[in-house]
């Protein structure tokens, strides 16, 4: 079974930036794309960014422009960039990775994001 841990979150003021990283072990078979969402409190989760093992990406329209995600196939870990971070980015920040074999998909435990104002 695929192992996701997360790292970097934090607290930071409003403008700073973070970069969250998440490696993946226990890997048998190859892993497709890989993601990070969000959840802040008493909302659902949602997509902040994506990419595929071929790099193609995807970012939720709010955070165009300010985040960038970025992957090492190598090292079997995927990154998300966060500049210019706002209040109303405070989440708790989830990596995902599919396994396409497996026809599924695995979480990390989460990494808390909060930014001030």
């Known amino acids: 079974q695929v192992q996701l841990v997360e790292s970097g979150g934090g607290l930071v003021q409003a403008g700073e930036s973070l970069r969250l990283s998440c490696a993946a072990s226990?890997?048998?078979?190859?892993?497709?794309?890989m993601g990070w969402y969000r959840q802040a409190p008493g909302k659902q989760r949602e997509l902040v960014a994506r990419?595929?093992?071929?790099?193609?990406?995807t970012y939720a329209d709010s955070v165009k422009g300010r985040f960038t995600i970025s992957r090492d196939n190598a090292k079997n870990t995927v990154y998300l960039q966060m500049n210019s971070l706002k209040p109303e980015d405070t989440a708790v920040y989830y990596c995902?990775?599919?396994?396409?074999?497996?026809?599924?998909?695995?979480w990390g435990q989460g990494t808390q994001v909060t930014v001030s104002s």
């Open positions: 995902n990775a599919m396994v396409p074999a497996l026809a599924t998909g695995y």
């Open positions: 990419i595929s093992s071929g790099g193609w990406t």
């Open positions: 226990r890997i048998t078979f190859s892993i497709g794309a």
